[in-house]
């Protein structure tokens, strides 16, 4: 069975988003525009307490987890804030040491270099471009609930619901997931993450339907649409219809849960580049900066700060959190006899059905330019004309990149991180490019 990846949301009808502000008096071209606010959430601001772990933002306020608008003005009002994307470069060979200690001669590491690199600047600002907001599909296996994955289906129908009316009418089911569909899950987020494509893209394994991710504002479908620059062009996320449940309804679902062990996870991702072939080609470029024995080098991408987490202020989260009382559960066996099954089968709950996308490079589509056009009739047509290689086709017409593709990024800052590694840096404040 195919299907597409997470789904985009909807406005809701319910209540408004209440994201921050965007500066300024005229929005740029690209900028959201945000939905108005409705009579009844007018003039009810809500402020929260949060902490911060490793730029994750966590929050236990009671209102939070009791009054759905405003769970979801918490959510939105995070969603723009782009997570922290870190270069981890260390190197580091072994010396023989004949002196040693007690015990004779003995090998020591050294450390040749150990530094960061923060590329968070070249993520696409969120004022002039966006930062969508999705949530799963109805067929996508995701936790709605349970620590499990499961999906809501159609029972009375075998083929996907083709228009919003058919949604609206039918009785959707929820479900365990099958081993089958996580697995295909599991590969379609995998190709999209190789490809470097969002989490709403239709790769080429998947068909465009309903199951597909929906945008949070009518706006972006269009502004979205095969938003991502990567090398294949056999994706699609246009005409999709409405999300079967919006960001509202999954705020309302999870409010309405008792449970002292629910919580909600709301996800902050990047898109556009291929992160596992930056650190191989960053890999290629220091391994030959320093020298010695069994030489051992790593340049890892870290994300800091991809998750919102909502939970309540409950006893129980507080024995789950308690670092020192974990420790004591772990080597007592009592957390995997216990505590494990109180949490993953009888009382948690868990809801991982939404976030946010931050690209470093996409396709933004010209509004100058008209349905099957070829990239040539275009350059030919208008004054002036981007380059070509900056263009594709789409089927609303001609879209142009914009942001800065790894392979240009690497160019322009390869020298940089060479000559850190070159001249040993440890520590010390990491290096923003």
Not at 340 to 366: D, M, P, Q, T
């Given at each position: 069975?195919?299907?597409?990846?997470?789904?985009?949301?909807?406005?809701?009808?319910?209540?408004?988003?209440?994201?921050?502000?965007?500066?300024?008096?005229?929005?740029?071209?690209?900028?959201?525009?945000?939905?108005?606010?409705?009579?009844?959430?007018?003039?009810?601001?809500?402020?929260?307490?949060?902490?911060?772990?490793?730029?994750?933002?966590?929050?236990?306020?009671?209102?939070?987890?009791?009054?759905?608008?405003?769970?979801?003005?918490?959510?939105?009002?995070?969603?723009?804030?782009?997570?922290?994307?870190?270069?981890?470069?260390?190197?580091?060979?072994?010396?023989?040491?004949?002196?040693?200690?007690?015990?004779?001669?003995?090998?020591?590491?050294?450390?040749?270099?150990?530094?960061?690199?923060?590329?968070?600047?070249?993520?696409?600002?969120v004022d002039a471009y966006g930062a969508p907001v999705w949530v799963v599909a109805s067929?996508?296996?995701?936790?709605?609930?349970?620590?499990?994955?499961?999906?809501?289906?159609?029972?009375?129908?075998?083929?996907?619901?083709?228009?919003?009316?058919?949604?609206?009418?039918?009785?959707?089911?929820?479900?365990?997931?099958?081993?089958?569909?996580?697995?295909?899950?599991?590969?379609?987020?995998?190709?999209?993450?190789?490809?470097?494509?969002?989490?709403?893209?239709?790769?080429?394994?998947?068909?465009?339907?309903?199951?597909?991710?929906?945008?949070?504002?009518?706006?972006?479908?269009?502004?979205?649409?095969?938003?991502?620059?990567?090398?294949?062009?056999?994706?699609?996320?246009?005409?999709?219809?409405?999300?079967?449940?919006?960001?509202?309804?999954?705020?309302?679902?999870?409010?309405?849960?008792?449970?002292?062990?629910?919580?909600?996870?709301?996800?902050?991702?990047?898109?556009?580049?291929?992160?596992?072939?930056?650190?191989?080609?960053?890999?290629?470029?220091?391994?030959?900066?320093?020298?010695?024995?069994?030489?051992?080098?790593?340049?890892?991408?870290?994300?800091?700060?991809?998750?919102?987490v909502v939970r309540p202020n409950s006893s129980l989260w507080w024995l789950y959190e308690?670092?020192?009382?974990?420790?004591?559960?772990?080597?007592?066996?009592?957390?995997?006899?216990?505590?494990?099954?109180?949490?993953?089968?009888?009382?948690?709950?868990?809801?991982?059905?939404?976030?946010?996308?931050?690209?470093?490079?996409?396709?933004?589509?010209?509004?100058?330019?008209?349905?099957?056009?070829?990239?040539?009739?275009?350059?030919?047509?208008?004054?002036?004309?981007?380059?070509?290689?900056?263009?594709?086709?789409?089927?609303?017409?001609?879209?142009?990149?914009?942001?800065?593709?790894?392979?240009?990024?690497?160019?322009?800052?390869?020298?940089?991180?060479?000559?850190?590694?070159?001249?040993?840096?440890?520590?010390?404040?990491?290096?923003?490019?």
């Amino acid at each position: 069975m195919s299907k597409a990846g997470p789904s985009l949301a909807s406005p809701s009808t319910s209540y408004p988003p209440q994201p921050l502000p965007l500066p300024g008096p005229d929005p740029a071209r690209n900028v959201i525009t945000l939905n108005p606010s409705e009579p009844g959430t007018r003039g009810l601001p809500y402020s929260f307490r949060i902490s911060r772990k490793k730029k994750n933002v966590k929050s236990k306020e009671s209102i939070l987890n009791q009054n759905p608008q405003a769970l979801q003005q918490f959510l939105l009002t995070h969603a723009y804030d782009r997570p922290t994307v870190l270069i981890k470069c260390t190197g580091s060979h072994e010396i023989w040491n004949p002196s040693g200690g007690f015990g004779g001669p003995t090998t020591e590491t050294v450390t040749d270099f150990d530094f960061t690199v923060d590329i968070s600047n070249v993520l696409l600002p969120v004022d002039a471009y966006g930062a969508p907001v999705w949530v799963v599909a109805s067929e996508e296996p995701a936790k709605r609930g349970r620590h499990w994955r499961q999906i809501d289906h159609d029972p009375s129908s075998q083929n996907p619901l083709h228009n919003p009316a058919d949604i609206e009418a039918s009785q959707l089911l929820r479900r365990r997931a099958t081993p089958l569909e996580r697995k295909q899950a599991l590969d379609d987020a995998q190709r999209r993450k190789e490809l470097g494509l969002p989490p709403w893209a239709c790769v080429s394994t998947q068909t465009p339907d309903q199951t597909g991710v929906r945008l949070l504002f009518p706006t972006d479908r269009a502004r979205f649409e095969n938003a991502s620059f990567c090398a294949i062009e056999d994706f699609s996320d246009s005409n999709l219809p409405s999300p079967t449940k919006s960001l509202a309804g999954w705020a309302e679902e999870y409010c309405a849960s008792r449970s002292p062990l629910k919580e909600f996870r709301f996800q902050r991702t990047v898109y556009g580049w291929n992160l596992e072939e930056a650190e191989r080609k960053i890999l290629s470029l220091i391994e030959n900066c320093h020298q010695g024995d069994r030489k051992k080098t790593t340049a890892k991408i870290i994300i800091k700060g991809r998750k919102i987490v909502v939970r309540p202020n409950s006893s129980l989260w507080w024995l789950y959190e308690n670092d020192y009382l974990k420790k004591l559960f772990y080597i007592t066996f009592i957390y995997l006899i216990i505590m494990w099954s109180i949490k993953k089968l009888l009382l948690g709950r868990c809801w991982k059905v939404a976030g946010s996308s931050f690209a470093f490079v996409r396709y933004e589509h010209l509004e100058g330019s008209q349905p099957g056009e070829t990239v040539a009739q275009y350059i030919a047509r208008v004054p002036q004309p981007p380059q070509a290689k900056d263009l594709k086709a789409t089927p609303r017409g001609i879209s142009i990149v914009v942001g800065q593709p790894f392979k240009n990024w690497y160019s322009a800052n390869s020298h940089i991180i060479s000559s850190a590694a070159s001249g040993r840096k440890k520590d010390g404040d990491p290096i923003v490019l």
